[in-house]
């Protein structure tokens, strides 16, 4: 019984010192841990504090499955609202003195129309359109898109003539506006080069349009609805996206979702650093379509700006016919084969020379095989003027083989 008494003394005794071993040490301890934690939660919910805790650079490493199959690998800062609008503005001052407003005027002449009241004359009025350009020498050169300045058009109902007046107006300084000759226009690239009689401009500087990658910043730069030179931001929404104007000419641009409106065409499509990756060109407008604008990348229209300043005009490759898509099933009902069926040959043209014959099937071009004019085209336009290309084709049931040298096209 001693025993048993004396164990169950000791085991309170020791329960004793736990308990006064909890209440000297460990509540304190644990407290202490509790409140830090407390502090370190507080303190990550403040930037500043968090920043210092742990930095503010983080890595990553991600793998896109596309259509390139890119990788990227890389570290990203945390970016505040400042920062991003100090971007904005540094961009903006850095393009903002290379851009101008583009005034054209033209003369629309409304056909004769008839009616039970008899004929009515034509009545002749003068209209106004605005655009955009971009400052691309010192001198006074500046670059915007043909549909801009090229108004040219007929109708059954109307007539709209040349432009009757091209009026530049600067951005900068006291915004001063100039008379402006018509250099140069280009409609298959939609390009056009204007001159101003003027000096020491700000020439905008070019990126390299074909490092330009999807997410980087965008700023959209021109004269929207002809209120002045205005800024749109956004991003690159995808590079190398092919599109159609309705008019039968195909560009390769850069997508943005800045916001393009009506009279920014011709304007610039600039980087985080005001440099210029492309000529803001087209939009889709339609019910339900936000943020859709495109860009002729720059890198496309330096050679094309230089044909136009001594040429005024870009001289291509020429073949010299007339064709039409032949398909398959179409072909096989006449006894022909798929490709190019020539249905017009030019007189003095390279076509003629080579000894191209209307009902002639084109199918390939230096042994690539084509179906349709545009792919033709697209192999003969990586020419130049004065090149030889092989010819395949197809004529009263045999193949040929025929060597063609590009004429110039007129």
Same mark, same amino acid.
């Given at each position: 019984?001693?025993?048993?008494?004396?164990?169950?003394?000791?085991?309170?005794?020791?329960?004793?010192?736990?308990?006064?071993?909890?209440?000297?040490?460990?509540?304190?301890?644990?407290?202490?841990?509790?409140?830090?934690?407390?502090?370190?939660?507080?303190?990550?919910?403040?930037?500043?504090?968090?920043?210092?805790?742990?930095?503010?650079?983080?890595?990553?490493?991600?793998?896109?499955? *596309?259509?390139?199959?890119?990788?990227?690998?890389?570290?990203?800062?945390?970016?505040?609202?400042?920062?991003?609008?100090?971007?904005?503005?540094?961009?903006?001052?850095?393009?903002?003195?290379?851009?101008?407003?583009?005034?054209?005027?033209?003369?629309?002449?409304?056909?004769?129309?008839?009616?039970?009241?008899?004929?009515?004359?034509?009545?002749?009025?003068?209209?106004?359109?605005?655009?955009?350009?971009?400052?691309?020498?010192?001198?006074?050169?500046?670059?915007?898109?043909?549909?801009?300045?090229?108004?040219?058009?007929?109708?059954?109902?109307?007539?709209?003539?040349?432009?009757?007046?091209?009026?530049?107006?600067?951005?900068?300084? &006291?915004?001063?506006?100039?008379?402006?000759?018509?250099?140069?226009?280009?409609?298959?690239?939609?390009?056009?080069?204007?001159?101003?009689?003027?000096?020491?401009?700000?020439?905008?500087?070019?990126?390299? *349009?074909?490092?330009?990658?999807?997410?980087?910043?965008?700023?959209?730069?021109?004269?929207?609805?002809?209120?002045?030179?205005?800024?749109?931001?956004?991003?690159?929404?995808?590079?190398?996206?092919?599109?159609?104007?309705?008019?039968?000419?195909?560009?390769?641009?850069?997508?943005?979702?800045?916001?393009?409106? *009506?009279?920014?065409?011709?304007?610039?499509?600039?980087?985080?650093?005001?440099?210029?990756?492309?000529?803001?060109?087209?939009?889709? *407008?339609?019910?339900?379509? &936000?943020?859709?604008?495109?860009?002729?990348?720059?890198?496309?229209?330096?050679?094309?700006?230089?044909?136009?300043?001594?040429?005024?005009?870009?001289?291509?490759?020429?073949?010299?016919?007339?064709?039409?898509?032949?398909?398959?099933?179409?072909?096989?009902?006449?006894? %022909?084969?798929?490709?190019?069926?020539?249905?017009?040959? &030019?007189?003095?043209?390279?076509?003629?020379?080579?000894?191209?014959?209307?009902?002639?099937?084109?199918?390939?071009?230096?042994?690539?095989?084509?179906?349709?004019?545009?792919?033709?085209? &697209?192999?003969?336009?990586?020419?130049?003027?004065?090149?030889?290309?092989?010819?395949?084709?197809?004529?009263?049931?045999?193949?040929?083989?025929?060597?063609?040298? %590009?004429?110039?096209?007129?």
């Amino acid at each position: 019984m001693d025993n048993e008494f004396k164990n169950i003394t000791e085991t309170r005794s020791e329960r004793r010192n736990s308990s006064g071993f909890k209440n000297r040490v460990l509540v304190p301890f644990l407290s202490g841990v509790l409140g830090c934690s407390l502090v370190i939660g507080t303190c990550f919910g403040v930037p500043q504090i968090k920043s210092k805790i742990l930095g503010t650079t983080s890595t990553y490493s991600s793998t896109t499955s *596309s259509s390139m199959s890119d990788t990227h690998t890389g570290t990203v800062d945390f970016v505040s609202l400042a920062s991003y609008s100090d971007t904005a503005v540094y961009a903006a001052n850095k393009i903002l003195p290379s851009i101008v407003g583009i005034e054209v005027k033209y003369n629309v002449t409304q056909n004769s129309m008839f009616s039970f009241f008899g004929e009515s004359p034509k009545t002749t009025s003068e209209a106004t359109a605005s655009g955009s350009g971009i400052i691309i020498s010192e001198d006074g050169y500046i670059l915007t898109n043909n549909h801009v300045v090229d108004s040219k058009s007929e109708s059954t109902y109307y007539d709209i003539s040349d432009a009757t007046s091209v009026k530049v107006t600067l951005s900068s300084g &006291e915004k001063q506006t100039y008379d402006a000759k018509i250099v140069g226009k280009d409609s298959q690239t939609d390009l056009a080069v204007l001159k101003i009689d003027a000096k020491n401009l700000v020439k905008a500087e070019f990126a390299n *349009s074909d490092s330009v990658k999807i997410g980087e910043f965008t700023m959209a730069v021109g004269n929207p609805l002809a209120l002045g030179t205005t800024i749109t931001c956004g991003v690159v929404s995808a590079i190398n996206r092919e599109v159609d104007d309705g008019e039968g000419n195909k560009f390769t641009c850069i997508q943005t979702d800045a916001a393009i409106n *009506s009279g920014n065409s011709g304007g610039a499509l600039v980087n985080s650093k005001g440099q210029v990756i492309g000529i803001n060109t087209l939009k889709v *407008s339609s019910t339900g379509v &936000e943020g859709i604008g495109f860009a002729i990348p720059i890198n496309s229209t330096i050679s094309v700006t230089e044909e136009l300043k001594t040429y005024s005009k870009v001289r291509r490759p020429y073949i010299g016919i007339g064709g039409r898509n032949l398909k398959e099933d179409i072909a096989k009902a006449h006894n %022909l084969v798929a490709g190019v069926y020539v249905s017009n040959v &030019e007189q003095f043209s390279a076509a003629e020379k080579a000894g191209i014959q209307i009902g002639d099937v084109i199918t390939s071009i230096d042994g690539k095989e084509v179906k349709t004019m545009d792919e033709l085209n &697209e192999v003969k336009n990586t020419h130049k003027i004065g090149d030889k290309v092989s010819l395949k084709i197809y004529r009263d049931g045999k193949y040929q083989d025929i060597q063609l040298t %590009l004429g110039e096209s007129n």
